[in-house]
């Protein structure tokens, strides 16, 4: 689930519940098409309600990168609680700096 | 080694089935009284695995997976996940971390380096045509009561 907010040219997507490849497709499609229209200076990824991801919340972390990198934003990953801290330690995300 | 407890699912190859399989694994490994990061780690692993027979396994076509999950007399858990799809020519190339033959899914080729971390011990057995099974073992710590 997401839900989309803009404020201050920075678009803030607030992730929720359980994050697998089932729902990532329609998460994708909701960012990238509200980023495709609003250009947002920032992107940011809040994962504070996030409850469960497997590898395929680093696939949307990773594909928003490129996302904003193409439309010459930036991403920040916001509020990833502890539950989350090893997998997105294990996929070397951080190296992209866009860690907060 | 006994095996003290043994349960078998089997389901159709739908990404909507992805978090039924994890939720299933995780009740299952519940009468270990794992800890909450014991359980999270296992549910992760069942997860890549299963996304994996569905992306790549049946290729987002329709096939059965297969779930078997034991509990053995010294704690372990051990999982396999099957499915009778294209199997993997190359198991070591596709254990490779980052390696993905789905980057337009936005696959990160992490799935078997989160199944080798978050597990004690990973196989996998594969034949081009006939299909893959990962065997996955994590032994749950006792707790002192």
Do not use: W
């Not at chain 2, 909450?36 to 299963?50: G, Q, Y």
Request: glycine share 8%.
């Amino acid at each position: 689930m997401v839900k989309t907010e803009y404020k201050n040219n920075t678009l803030t997507a607030y992730l929720s519940g359980e994050i697998d490849h089932n729902c990532a497709g329609s998460i994708r499609s909701q960012i990238d098409g509200q980023a495709e229209n609003l250009h947002p200076g920032t992107l940011l990824l809040d994962f504070s309600k996030v409850s469960f991801m497997d590898s395929s919340g680093i696939g949307l972390i990773m594909g928003r990168y490129r996302t904003m990198a193409l439309l010459g934003g930036n991403l920040k990953v916001v509020n990833v609680p502890e539950r989350l801290q090893r997998i997105i330690n294990l996929s070397g995300v951080g190296a992209l700096g866009v860690l907060k | 080694m006994k095996i003290i407890n043994e349960m078998n699912l089997s389901f159709l190859s739908k990404s909507s089935n992805e978090g039924f399989a994890r939720s299933v694994v995780a009740s299952f490994v519940l009468n270990l009284d794992p800890t909450i990061n014991e359980l999270a780690d296992i549910k992760t692993a069942v997860s890549e695995a299963v996304t994996n027979c569905i992306v790549h396994g049946y290729k987002m076509e329709h096939g059965v997976i297969y779930i078997n999950g034991k509990i053995t007399d010294s704690n372990k858990v051990i999982i396999k996940i099957r499915d009778k799809g294209c199997g993997i020519e190359d198991v070591e190339k596709a254990m490779e971390p980052l390696f993905t033959t789905a980057p337009e899914e936005e696959r990160a080729g992490l799935g078997f380096a989160v199944m080798q971390s978050f597990m004690d011990n990973v196989k996998v057995s594969s034949k081009p045509l006939k299909g893959t099974t990962v065997t996955m073992e994590k032994t749950i710590i006792p707790r002192t009561k």
